[in-house]
């Protein structure tokens, strides 16, 4: 198994860009999150779903929009960045049926708006 | 809401030494778990050890253990024989139980110097 793959590694965007962030795990998890981890800082939610057709905003969802048409694949969308969206992107996904929610992360995206 | 506070930006430790990681956190939840992740200079997000909330027994990972004071609020990391590649950011993080959806609440990391 892949895991959790995370597209591109790294991006730089000008302000007013857009762009779409690909997230894709293999493990048939049904539950599927986006964190920005801003330098210094711990990871903070931005939207998560439990399964296809259903998200859910986060701590941070501004500026961002998710959607989820398979279980595989959760892309991430900026839309007019912003300076403040600089940041590494992380996606993570988790199995619904355990009793704990253990997360299994992507290798991240890192984001530089100027 | 949850908050986790990691009160160490950074440690140092000689190598074979043993270091402690310091993490509380604040719920007013009685079944959750507790995360310590690593993440070296690669960013990979690595999951150390996990803690159920309603376990007494503290976790072990090998090198890794848990210092879990449930009443205290507190979830402490000790690394015995520290190792060069265990240099990293350790992050701890809190999560409910239940096999909900909700995602982690992280502290805000303590960078972990390695001496040789």
């Known amino acids: 198994n892949a895991g959790v793959t995370q597209t591109p590694k790294f991006r730089i965007l000008k302000i007013g860009q857009s762009m779409t962030l690909q997230c894709t795990q293999d493990m048939n998890h049904n539950y599927m999150y986006w964190y920005r981890q801003d330098p210094g800082m711990g990871l903070k939610l931005i939207y998560y779903s439990v399964g296809a057709g259903i998200t859910d905003k986060g701590e941070v969802p501004n500026g961002y929009n998710v959607s989820r048409s398979t279980t595989e694949d959760f892309p991430l969308r900026l839309e007019l960045a912003a300076p403040s969206q600089t940041s590494v992107y992380f996606c993570?996904?988790?199995?619904?049926?355990?009793?704990?929610?253990?997360?299994?992360f992507g290798p991240g995206t890192r984001l530089t708006v100027l | 809401a949850q908050t986790v506070t990691q009160s160490q930006p950074e440690m140092s430790v000689q190598e074979a030494e043993t270091v402690t990681l310091s993490c509380t956190y604040d719920t007013s939840e009685s079944d959750y778990y507790l995360f310590w992740y690593k993440q070296p200079p690669s960013r990979q997000m690595i999951l150390v050890i996990r803690q159920e909330a309603y376990k007494q027994q503290n976790a072990t990972e090998n090198r890794f253990s848990v210092n879990f004071q449930k009443a205290a609020k507190s979830f402490s990391l000790k690394i015995s024989d520290s190792q060069l590649g265990d240099a990293a950011m350790y992050f701890c993080a809190y999560g409910l139980s239940g096999g909900g959806a909700d995602g982690l609440t992280f502290g805000k990391g303590t960078h972990l110097i390695i001496q040789p």
């Open positions: 993570a996904s988790s199995p619904s049926l355990l009793s704990y929610n253990e997360q299994f």
